[in-house]
C-alpha cells in the first residue's frame, strides 16, 4: 500500500516538474509581454510584471502589420487544412474499401514518403512553384501541403474501424463507393477529421521556413516570419517582441484549448487498429 502511494506520489511530481518546465517559456513570454523595456532588460530576470502594460501591443500594432500577417497565416492555413480533409478522406477510402492489384504495395510505398525529411523535399518543391510563378503567392504556400500521408494513415484507421456489416448493408441496398463514401464512411468519422483538422491547423499555423523562401513582399509574410521585423540589429526591445509574439500565439491556443480533447481522443483512437 505504502509502495503503491510512493510510486503514485513519485509519478505526480515528475508531471509538475515537466508541467512547469513546459509552461516556463509561455509565462516568460506572457509576463514580458505586460513589462515596460526596462523591466524586461533587469538581470536576474523579472517572473512578474509590475502592472498591466498594453502599450507593448500597441507598439506590436504600429510597427509592423500584425493583423495582415494573422490574416495571411489563418487563410493559409484554413486552406491547407481543407485541402488535407478532402485528400486524406478520399485516399483512406480508398486504401481501406477498394480493392485493386497491387493495394497494399501502394499504400506502403505511400507511408515510405512520412520517412523523407521535409527538408529533402524543399530545393524541387521551390523550383517547380518558381517555374509555375507562384512565388510570393497563397498557391504557392498552400498547393505542395494539400496532402499529406499522415492524414492518409489516420482517416484510413478510422474508416477500418468502422462496423463491416454497415457497409455490406448499404451495399445490399445498391449503394455505391460514392454514397456510401458521403453518407456514412465520413459522417462516422468526424472525430478523426476534427482530430486531422486542427493537427493541419496547427502545424501549417508555425511553419517557418517555407514561407521564408517563397514570400517577398510584406503582404504576404506569414505571422512566423513577420514577427522577425520586431528584432533590429543594434537593439531589440525584448517587451516588444514577447507582445509580438502573445498576438501570435492566441489564435493557436484558442484552437488547441477548444480541441485539444478531440485531438488527443482522435490519435489514441485511430491507433486501435492496424
Given at each position: 500500500?505504502?509502495?503503491g502511494l510512493?510510486?503514485?506520489g513519485?509519478?505526480?511530481?515528475?508531471?509538475?516538474?515537466?508541467?512547469?518546465l513546459?509552461l516556463?517559456?509561455?509565462?516568460?513570454?506572457?509576463?514580458?509581454?505586460?513589462?515596460t523595456?526596462?523591466?524586461?532588460?533587469t538581470?536576474?530576470?523579472?517572473?512578474?510584471?509590475?502592472g498591466?502594460?498594453?502599450?507593448?501591443?500597441?507598439?506590436?500594432?504600429n510597427?509592423?502589420p500584425?493583423?495582415?500577417?494573422?490574416?495571411?497565416?489563418?487563410?493559409?492555413?484554413?486552406?491547407?487544412?481543407?485541402?488535407?480533409?478532402?485528400?486524406?478522406?478520399?485516399?483512406?477510402?480508398?486504401?481501406?474499401f477498394?480493392?485493386?492489384?497491387?493495394?497494399?504495395?501502394?499504400?506502403g510505398?505511400?507511408?515510405?514518403?512520412?520517412?523523407?525529411?521535409?527538408?529533402?523535399?524543399?530545393?524541387?518543391?521551390y523550383?517547380?512553384?518558381?517555374?509555375?510563378?507562384?512565388?510570393?503567392?497563397y498557391?504557392?504556400?498552400?498547393v505542395p501541403?494539400?496532402?499529406?500521408?499522415f492524414?492518409?494513415?489516420?482517416?484510413?484507421?478510422?474508416?477500418?474501424q468502422?462496423?463491416?456489416?454497415?457497409m455490406?448493408?448499404?451495399?445490399?441496398?445498391?449503394?455505391?463507393?460514392?454514397?456510401?463514401?458521403?453518407?456514412?464512411?465520413?459522417?462516422?468519422?468526424?472525430?478523426?477529421?476534427?482530430?486531422?483538422?486542427?493537427?493541419?491547423?496547427?502545424?501549417?499555423w508555425?511553419?517557418?521556413?517555407?514561407?521564408l523562401?517563397?514570400?517577398?513582399?510584406?503582404?504576404?509574410?506569414?505571422?512566423?516570419?513577420?514577427?522577425?521585423?520586431?528584432?533590429?540589429?543594434?537593439?531589440?526591445?525584448?517587451?516588444?517582441?514577447?507582445?509580438?509574439i502573445?498576438?501570435?500565439?492566441l489564435?493557436?491556443?484558442?484552437?488547441?484549448?477548444?480541441?485539444?480533447?478531440?485531438?488527443?481522443?482522435?490519435l489514441?483512437?485511430?491507433?486501435?487498429k492496424?
Open positions: 500500500m505504502r509502495q510512493m510510486r503514485t513519485m509519478a505526480y511530481f515528475f508531471m509538475i516538474v515537466a508541467a512547469v513546459i516556463l517559456p509561455f509565462w516568460i513570454a506572457v509576463s514580458n509581454s505586460f513589462m523595456e526596462s523591466e524586461s532588460a538581470y536576474p530576470p523579472r517572473f512578474l510584471p509590475s498591466i502594460n498594453i502599450d507593448n501591443f500597441i507598439t506590436v500594432m510597427n509592423i500584425i493583423i495582415r500577417f494573422i490574416v495571411n497565416s489563418f487563410l493559409t492555413s484554413s486552406i491547407i487544412t481543407i485541402g488535407n480533409l478532402i485528400t486524406s478522406c478520399m485516399a483512406a477510402y480508398a486504401f481501406a477498394l480493392r485493386f492489384p497491387g493495394r497494399k504495395i501502394l499504400f510505398l505511400f507511408m515510405a514518403t512520412m520517412m523523407i525529411p521535409w527538408e529533402v523535399t524543399v530545393i524541387p518543391n523550383l517547380t512553384v518558381r517555374s509555375w510563378g507562384w512565388l510570393d503567392s498557391q504557392g504556400l498552400t501541403f494539400l496532402a499529406t500521408a492524414g492518409t494513415f489516420l482517416m484510413r484507421q478510422f474508416f477500418l468502422l462496423p463491416k456489416e454497415l455490406e448493408a448499404a451495399r445490399i441496398d445498391g449503394c455505391g463507393h460514392i454514397r456510401i463514401f458521403a453518407s456514412l464512411a465520413v459522417p462516422l468519422s468526424m472525430p478523426g477529421l476534427a482530430t486531422l483538422g486542427i493537427y493541419s491547423f496547427l502545424n501549417h508555425n511553419m517557418y521556413l517555407w514561407p523562401l517563397i514570400t517577398n513582399s510584406e503582404s504576404m509574410r506569414t505571422v512566423q516570419i513577420g514577427i522577425s521585423m520586431l528584432q533590429f540589429a543594434d537593439v531589440t526591445a525584448w517587451n516588444v517582441v514577447m507582445a509580438g502573445v498576438l501570435v500565439m489564435p493557436s491556443l484558442v484552437l488547441l484549448a477548444v480541441g485539444l480533447g478531440r485531438l488527443v481522443g482522435g489514441t483512437a485511430g491507433a486501435l492496424g
